[in-house]
């Protein structure tokens, strides 16, 4: 019991797994309960036990096993995660359970098993039971059978995959076990249960006696269909179905639907493929061709006994094929012909599709050797051809079979049409199409005719099977000329014939059918696609007449309305005698009598009687032929008077309108009609004459005798005018059924005649054509005049991008049923216009691919291989269109592709391309054998090699659409090569065209495995194209079964797989959508392309909802203006109600009435305001709720999607306006939206993403019209949206602003000047650095124009803000942007050119960095436009002056302030990062569409270049002289002038006062900038004033900076500026700077970001040397210098610190910047730590440090000693030292704020300071930390003297640490001037003292900067308080002021080197003289303090009040101060004072 005790203490996943089996037993039971228990299935406690369940089936303890067992049970039947035990569970169960003696256990396992298939891992369970099999235990063996029977038997066949299980079924037959033996037997008889006969064949290896036996027991099975009898968990609705069932006892309607879902086994499946091509004779290819027929019969039996395997291993059959084709055509011996015809189909039924590459090689020797009579030998042949039928599709072989159709021989004509009507009888209505079939029925009609009665027979048996597959409604149209008698006679076949399907049943006649629609699953084929109503039903319903005016009968009458109509208008021509009597009947006599009469009144009279009894007649009583003929008579179409003339035409119109108008009363009226219509007066009725005939008798037979009518005579006025005529007609009538190569006849008369208007109209015709039959209509006018087809050109140019109109006319209908069917068309003129390669006339070259050709192809020799290829391609060029047959072509170019001279392959390549183009859609026959190799050029090595493979696939794609390529396995074994490059672009090209399709087939599924692979390839470029196309393939495949695919895969490939595959699940795109549907109205489809168009060309898609528009039939509300007819508009608008509403009956008041309610309902508002709403969508789309709005043309569930969006937040009118087909609704939608914008701006705001969606759609539009409104609405949208100060989402801009880019391409200028106003409103809205990215992706389209547009308007952005806007970083988008230089393009090239120098312009000379490498010339072009810049600036300027001065309002200040005083500062902020370029908003802003912006917020940027304006009252500011250098300077008080005369009025508050002065800083104008800084300028010299300042500190920066930019970009640029104003507008900005980095603070307000900017100004400005050109520009650089230390002492030091840090990375990242720069920044940074002992308590170290890891994470210490300067390096180190000795260990605590700070080696560093530096750097931030400043009174005791300089000492002793002694003791020695070394140096010798002095020089030097003047020159090295500007009255000034000013003045006079810096002239001197006077000064002078000096006090914008305080210090220093030695500037600070007054004076003499 102790022991019992301790176990039942634990847990009860303890007790599961326990070593006592008690223990165990008892976790068991409890475990179960606990599992009876747990209601939620997702319930944590599941996991607890998810490693134990294996365990439980597997305890070694039998009881405690059966326990275990039911346990798992449970935890299958209820826990969430038990799929994850599949495996290891199944398989214990197997090898532990299935092995045991008890029956409950057996029992258990198995249930265990079956429940796992039931949580949906069936295949796991099978594979595991399979695996089971093997197993040596026969017991098991048994097991596996049964669970294996078990499954199959509840599960079903759908479930329990069958094949691999048939596959081991004949080795369990040969157990010597017989109990596996008997259960092998019951599995076989329940597996033929579910596949029947299928499985005999992989059964027929077993032993005959047990054969015998399953035969016996298969014949007891009853023959009723299996039924599912248990359920997966996702087939609950199946279960519940059947449980229904089941309690209804079933009936004959379920049983039906029941059976229609029993999968059908294709026995082939269940074999196992066998290779033949290995075992083939060795010698076959040569007895094949022995001269003894006895070889070659032996060689032939050994193959057909090979090619009786009933499956065959795919492989290269080529050679095989054409050797049996060659003994089929030429052998003599009949015997060996039907051998190798029986070779043939057995090849053919062995390899199935695999075997379509082939078939069209030997079809037309098959066809031609039917001319054999023996039987056997033509049973042989039609196996044959009726096999590889079966491979292949009629479409491929009717090229052959066409070609013997004609034959001479009657046997071969007979077996063509007998092979036809077996062919026919496996078709189906969608493979057996109307386009396939047509040109086998006139074939056949020829034949029917023929002489032989054999082929006759034949014929009216292939036309009768046509006719039951297709039914009789679509045969008829072609039998149209058929007498009754052979019609009956083809029926009559028609009813004989049996089809596969059994119950097809398509005859047209069949009423049966039609009673009941049969359901979609009796189609025989399995391929036929998606389910549609069965052609019985269709073709059952004509004769119903008016009553079914539903949309299905008018379809389904409409497929015999031509055959129909054919009969009807057939007509014999009636003699004048029968004319005059039915003439009679109808009209009135004295009509008849007057119509001859010499009096031209008479015969006026006479017709208008003729009209009226013509308009009251009844349709079917009217004799339209007697009536014509009754108008022909004398004079007839003579009559020369106009009027009567007139009235006869009308009359025939009439006649023709209202009549059954014949083809034969046509001809009576045609060439009168055609005579008249370019006559002035009767023009117009002739041409409606024709109209009428046109929709009568068809536009295509009208237009044809039209136009031979109208060139058969010599009127170049008749000629024009019918042309234009049928122009017209063509957009009324729409192209169906026009005989383009009759027309293209007599156009090209019509272009070759004299008279220009006919040549004129001729080429409008062709512009009509060409918007039906595109580009291709041009290859048939390649030959004309260069000059003629230019303008042909040029027509085509106009039409490009429009759609057709939709067609409005039509065939009218003759009889009863044409009321109810008005508007309608037959099926095949709906299909859309024809295919215009099927027009082009081709030629046949395969008579010249001769042999000759083909070997020198495959010559040795390369040079002779080319001569080939040359000669092959000339041969097709010459013939430009050619037939599919090209001989041996393809295999000889097959050869050439994998050629070892790559320059041959590239010429292969090209050379198919250009036969793509050449064949058209014959191509299809040549992709298994010469586009699959094209495919396997992929894998070369070279990039241009690969490129060019990928051309011609594309080429030959566009030609035969995607699904041939994707049938048969050939697509699995190119990706099965273990090729990277093979992988990574067929991966891509898949991943490309996938999403296009919308069916792939299922072989699709065999490329799975190898894609699975590439996942995990070693290649990184094959994972990352890999995982691109997974989410294309799971798209057509589903995740399903991918998912399936996946759990093959070993355990460690299969979770990484998994993992994959849900990733890929959330991105997978959706399919594309079907063509539009019926639904949509009666009117004529959009372009009916087949899936292989769509797949090809997905650019040509249309949007439904919008993109069809122009397609469409007008709307009800339409105007009928908007037709292009001058005829009726009444049948039009009518016509278009119809097709639009989908309506019947006659259109009367209630349409009206609607509209009227419709209109009542507008009324309410537009836009409904959801609160976060839009903030819901966007959160739906991020988490892949919804589709993201990324695509690159639209499909219907993204137009579903925003349709459903919209309903919530758009009124229902408005919704159905802007999704309505006709774009006339669009415009008059987004009219309504303009009108309501101002109104409900707030609800437009919220419905914002969808509207801008909704006009993304519009951009893919083609419509002109609705493109120019929405870009109209756009601008008005984002004036309003910049006005309300709203900003763009991220979720908003990324659905609309890629796609406003795409337009920038547009041809139109209009619209391209219209996208670039709203990009300018749109950087008011939407970040400028977010747009760049956008535009640089529009920089890689193909479109030339878009390119150029976007690189324009990246240079804009440039210009106006600078690099920053380049995202991610200037040299990446510098580089982008100079590829462009070379383009092709020249308007690309010079916009590139553009962009760069707007880079130059603002960054300089380190532009050449920042673009990289170009090529010469590309950089010479630059060069030269760099010049051409520079040269043009001054001349554009006048130009852009005077715009801004008209547009000024007089009072401007009125306009700035429209909007309250309460205007949020910051807005300043934004308007900074979205600064434009000016001139762009100089033509923009002319134009006063937007509403009012705040003008405090425009900072006047549409002036900042070109408004000079007025000049300023101020008065001149003081200009010094050399004189007064020494003497203070006054500054005079500037004049104030108001800005507004309603300056108090307008800003009755400080705020907004300061706001609107500051944002004057930033003007355009000098002048107006100048006025703004004095004002500040006042505010700030009044301390008590100052203060108001606060809070706008950033904003006076930025505005300031802003102004300094653009004084450096543009004005120091135009030359006609006076740089006096530049000078006086420099002075101001840097006067102000000093007043307010005066006041500490507010200069500690300032932030980081802006003082990195403002850093940035003042450096550039120093460094700008156009600034020494303007007169006193020293003065100036030195002013900016002692505004630098200022700014450095007194902003917040941490803020300072940190922007000096960044600025610096940023110079040393932009590798093009000037290396100046980063000194000045460095220098900066050396001054900063000067003042760190100051600082360092109020320095926030943690941001410090940070910034300097993220400095340290770009420039690792590798990298910075990389740079060419290793200042960088000392600097950071310098920085950290100084750090570390301040603070000590403690520095170690403030690494917070770093993340992780290995990504630097920032800490590691400090680490190792604090080490070395030991109590040193304690000691010394001790000190460091004391505010008495630098100079402190307090002295440390000697003994803490004594022991640094010790520790000092001692490292520059050692060889290690000597540099960093040297360091130590210079800055000690600065920090203690007072400290005495030399009992230090006492002792040591001389050598050692000399090393310490140079070694001290050195870092002096290096600390102070060598190439330049030094820093300390205005920077006092203990702050600017020791100078005389700093306010510290009680410290006297030292004598190097003057020594300073003399520097200055002896390099103003060139008398010293001159170099800016930070130093300014400040400095010490020159370089050189600096070391001369370092040489000679003695060491205790250089380990002394530098005495501190201070810049010049000629500041122009200094304080008064410092101004009086430097006078008294100046008058205190004048002071005599004796006469000391002359040497040793520290030692004796006054000695050298008279010398240098004396130096100064003579100096400054001359000067005078």
Known sequence: MGDDSEWMKLPVDQKCEHKVWKARLSGYEEALKLFQRIEDEKSPEWGKYLGLIKKFVTDSNVVAQLKGLETALAFVMNAHIAGKTTGEVTSGVITKVFNQPKARAKELGLEICLMYIEIEKAEVVQDELLKGLENKNPKVVVACLEALRKALSEFGSKIVTLKPVVKVLPKQFESREKAVRDEAKLLAIEIFRWIRDALRPPLQGINSVQLKDLEEEWVKVPTAAPKQTRFLRSQQDLKAKFEQHQANKGDEVDGEEEEDTVVVVDPYELLEAVDI????????????????????????????????????????????????????????????????????????????????????????????????????????????????????????????????????????????????????????????????????????????????????????????????????????PFLADLDKLKLDKIKECADKVELPGAKRGASGGDKKPAAKAPPPSEAPSKSSGPPKKTPAAAASKPSAGPSKKGKPAAASGAKAKKGVEAKEIIETELAIEVCEQRAALVLPASCLEHLDSANWKERLASMEEFQKAVETMDKIEMPCQALVRMLAKKPGWKETNFQVMQMKLRVVAIIA??????????????????????????????????????????????????????????????????????????????????NVKAFINNVKIALGATNPAVRISAIALLGVMYLYMGAPLRMFFEDEKPALLSQI???????????????????????????????????????????????????????????????????????????????????????????????????ALKGRLNDSNKILVLQTLTMLQQLATAMGPGLKQHIKPLGIPIITVLGDSKANVRAAALATLQAWVEQTGMKDWLEGDDMSEELKRENPFLRQELLGWLAEKLPNMRTVPGDLMQCVPQLFACLEDRNGDVRKKAQDALPMFMMHLGFDKMTKAAGKLKPASKDQVSGMLEKARAVMPAKPAAPSKAGDGAGPRPQASGDDATDSKPEGKKIRGGGAAAKRPPSPSEEPATEDSSGSKKAPSVRGKAAAGGQQGTPGKKPAAKGMKEEEDRSGPIFTLIPNAKEQRSKEEKQLKILKWNFTTPRDEYLDQLKAQMSTCFAKWLQDEIFHFDFQRHVKAIGVMMERLESESEATIGCLDLILKWFTLRFFDTNTTVLMKVLEYLKLLFAMLSAQGFHLSEYEASSFVPYLILKMGESKDGVRKDVRTILTLLCKVYPAAKVFPLLMDGTKSKNSKQRSECLEELGLLIEGNGLTVCQPTPAKCLKEIAVHIGDRDTSVRNAALNTVVAVYNVCGEQVYKLIGNLSEKEMSMLEERIKRSAKKTPAAAPAKQSAPERTQPPNSTATFL????????????????????????????????????????????????????????????????????????????????????????????????????????????????????????????????????????????????????????????????????????????????????????????????????????????????????????????????????????????????????????????TTGGSPMFSELVMKCLWRMIRYLPESINSINLDRILLDVHNFMKVFPKDKLKQLKSDVPHRTLKTLLHTLCKLTGAKILDHLSMIENRNESELEAHLRRVVKHSGNLSGIKSDRGNEKSGPRTEDRMSKAKVSDILSEIFKKIGSKENTKEGLTELYEYKQQYSDADLEPFLRNTSQFFQSYVERGLRMIESEREGKGRIQTTAVIPQHGVDSGPLGGNNGEDLKPAMYYERLKILRQRKGLENHTKGLGGVGGVGGPEDEQQQQQRLPISSLLSPKPPVASSTDMLQSKLSQLKESRELYQQELSPHGHSPPRGRSASPSANLDDLKKRLERIKSNRQ
């Open 1458 to 1709: 429209r909007k309250p005083a309460q205007e949020d500062p910051n807005k300043l902020k934004i308007m900074y990062r979205t600064y434009r370029i000016q001139a762009r908003q100089n033509a923009q802003h002319n134009e006063p569409s937007h509403p009012s912006i705040p003008r405090e917020f425009q900072l006047d940027l549409d002036m900042i270049e070109t408004d000079q304006g007025r000049v300023g009252d101020l008065p001149d500011l003081v200009q010094h002289k050399l004189e007064e250098l020494l003497e203070p300077i006054v500054m005079p008080e500037p004049k104030m002038r108001s800005v507004s005369p309603h300056y108090d009025e307008l800003h009755n508050s400080t705020a907004s006062t300061i706001n609107f002065v500051i944002s004057q800083v930033a003007s355009g104008d000098i002048n107006t900038s100048i006025q703004a800084l004095a004002q500040i300028d006042e505010v700030l010299r009044q301390e008590d004033k100052a203060e108001v300042m606060s809070g706008h500190i950033d904003q006076f920066l930025i505005a300031t900076f802003m102004q300094l930019r653009l004084t450096y970009n543009t004005h120091m640029a135009d030359e006609r500026l006076d740089k006096k104003d530049i000078f006086k507008l420099y002075s101001c900005i840097i006067g102000n700077m000093l007043s307010l980095f005066f006041m500490e603070s507010l200069a500690r307000e300032a932030s980081m970001g802006v003082l990195k900017d403002l850093m940035h100004g003042l450096i550039t400005l120093m460094l700008d040397g156009r600034v020494e050109d303007i007169e006193d520009g020293q003065q100036l650089i030195r002013s900016v210098n002692l505004l630098m230390v200022r700014v450095l002492e007194r902003s917040d030091q941490t803020n300072i610190l940190s922007a000096l840090l960044v600025l610096l990375q940023d110079s040393l990242i």
């Open 793 to 891: 050109d040029a027509e085509f140019e106009k039409m490009q991008g429009q759609s057709p109109p939709a067609a409005t006319r039509g065939t009218r209908k003759s009889g009863p049923e044409a009321d109810g069917d008005d508007g309608d068309e037959p099926e095949e003129d709906a299909a859309g216009p024809p295919d215009i390669m099927d027009l082009l006339p081709r030629t046949d070259i395969s008579d010249k691919i001769n042999c000759d050709l083909v070997s020198k192809i495959g010559d040795k020799n390369w040079k002779i291989r080319k001569e080939g290829l040359d000669e092959a391609a000339a041969i097709i060029s010459e013939a430009k269109f050619i037939t599919a047959n090209i001989g041996d072509l393809s295999l």
């Open 277 to 476: 091509l290995a075992k083939l004779p060795k010698d076959f290819y040569e007895k094949i061709e022995a001269k003894k027929w006895q070889e070659r019969k032996e060689t032939l039996e050994a193959v057909e006994t090979l090619a009786k395997n009933p499956k065959l291993e795919a492989g290269d059959y080529g050679d095989l094929v054409r050797a049996l084709k060659k003994v089929v055509g030429k052998d003599a011996n009949v015997m060996l012909v039907t051998l190798a015809a029986k070779c043939l189909a057995g090849l053919a039924s062995g390899l199935r599709k695999k075997f379509g590459t082939h078939a069209t090689l030997v079809v037309s020797t098959i066809l031609e050797k039917f001319k054999e009579k023996k039987p056997q030998v033509v049973q042989a042949l039609q196996e044959a051809i009726d096999a590889i039928f079966l491979t292949t599709t009629l479409q491929n072989l009717s090229e052959d079979i066409l070609g013997v159709m004609d034959n001479k021989n009657p046997s071969i004509k007979q077996q063509a049409s007998l092979f036809l009507a077996r062919a026919f009888r496996h078709c189906t209505q969608a493979t057996l199409s109307k386009s396939v079939l047509k040109p086998f029925c006139a074939a056949l009609l020829k034949q029917v005719n023929d002489s032989a009665l054999e082929v006759r027979d034949a014929a009216f048996e292939a036309l009768g099977t046509a006719m039951k597959v297709i039914g009789e409604k679509a045969v008829n």
């Open 657 to 738: 309108q209202r009549g059954q108008f014949s083809k034969t009363s046509a001809s009576v009226v045609l060439e009168c009609l055609v005579d008249k219509v370019g006559d002035v007066k009767c023009g117009g009725n002739a041409k409606e004459g024709l109209t009428a005939i046109g929709e009568s008798c068809s536009l295509p037979w009208t237009a044809e005798q039209l136009v031979s009518l109208a060139f058969a005579q010599k009127n170049p006025k008749n000629q024009s005018e019918s042309l234009n005529w049928l122009a017209n007609a063509m957009k009324e009538f729409g192209f169906a059924g026009i």
